[in-house]
Each structure stands twice: as C-alpha cells, then as structure tokens.
C-alpha cells in the first residue's frame, strides 16, 4: 500500500506542471514494472491515477491562470521557455497529435498540459489525446520495468533477432544508411516544395 501511494505521488509529481521539472518520473514507472513482474497491478493503476490525475491539474491550472503563469514561470525558469515555445507551435500545427504524443517528445512533454489549457483547448478532446499519450508514455515504461524485472536475456525473440544482426551486419548497415539517406531526401524535398 505505501509502495504505491509513493508511485502514485513520484507520477502524480512527474505529470503536475513546476514539481516536473525537477522530479522525474522515470523510476516510479520503471517500479510499477518491476512490482507488475512481481504479480502486483497495484503499482500501474497507481502510477497511471498518478499521471492522469497531474495531467488534470496541469490542464486546469493552465486553464485558470494560463498566460500569467507561463510568464512568471519562464521568469523564475529561464530554461522552461525553449519547451514552452516549441509546445505553443506544435500544440497550433498539429494540436491532437501533440497531445497524444506529447509524453514521447521529451521535455515538451512537461507543459503540453498547463499550455493546452491556456490555449482554451476543451476538455474533452485534451483528455481523449492525452489519455492515448499516457497510456503509449508510461506504458513504454512499465513494459521496460517489466522486462528488467524478468531479465531482457528470458526473451527468446530478442536472441533471434541479436542473431540475425549478428550474421548480417553488412545488410542491416545499408538498410539502416538507406533509410536515413532516403529519409533526408525526403524531407530536403518536401521543404523545397513549400519555399
């Protein structure tokens, strides 16, 4: 029982906008990983509570006093401006897919919340988003914790798939310049099209 009221703080803490940027979140996730390997599920619906529940609180606290905190927060936190402004431009090019994957893009992933709310974004449709990130975001995590718990080495696809590149080297190192260089291309291509 203390075991998850602590992950549900270290997540709850993890996901609140202030406390975020100096607590991180990735052992409470990694835990309830380990105590799922154990047999217990309490640890995931604490840290998953915890997470929806911080994400809430920042969506509300964005959503009541939104600009004039930002500015005071990037007052006291110089380093929070850089997140804040890239979250503002990707929250106005591509808003739901933001908020869905919000908890993938690093540190943007620590204002989404509070800056969707000061942008007026409804609730419903910030839940609905956000609720998709926190299950892909801290579902990497406890699936990671989970497989440390029960021993990477346990797997037997990942010794076939060491196998496999183990024997190919050479090919899987031109798919992988191929992708990337074909990766480039692409992009370099479509950004001349829009000049």
Request: some cysteine; aromatic content about 12%.
């Amino acid at each position: 029982m203390i075991e998850s009221l602590g992950l549900f703080i270290g997540a709850f803490l993890d996901a609140l906008i202030g406390p975020n940027l100096f607590i991180p979140g990735e052992p409470f996730l990694l835990a309830a990983g380990y105590q799922l390997h154990q047999g217990s599920w309490a640890g995931v619906a604490a840290v998953l509570a915890g997470s929806f529940i911080g994400d809430q609180t920042s969506f509300a606290l964005g959503r009541c006093v939104g600009v004039k905190a930002q500015k005071k927060l990037i007052k006291r936190i110089p380093k929070i401006r850089r997140p804040i402004a890239r979250c503002r431009i990707l929250l106005h090019r591509r808003g739901n897919f933001v908020m869905a994957f919000a908890r993938l893009l690093g540190p943007v992933a620590w204002v989404v919340p509070f800056v969707a709310g000061s942008h007026k974004i409804g609730w419903g449709r910030f839940t609905f988003y956000s609720s998709i990130g926190l299950i892909l975001g801290v579902g990497q995590f406890i699936l990671w914790g989970y497989l440390l718990a029960a021993g990477i080495n346990q797997l037997p696809i990942l010794n076939v798939f060491e196998n496999f590149i183990q024997q190919h080297q050479a090919l899987t190192i031109t798919v992988v310049v191929v992708l990337a260089l074909s990766l480039a291309k692409w992009f370099h291509v479509k950004h001349r099209a829009k000049s």
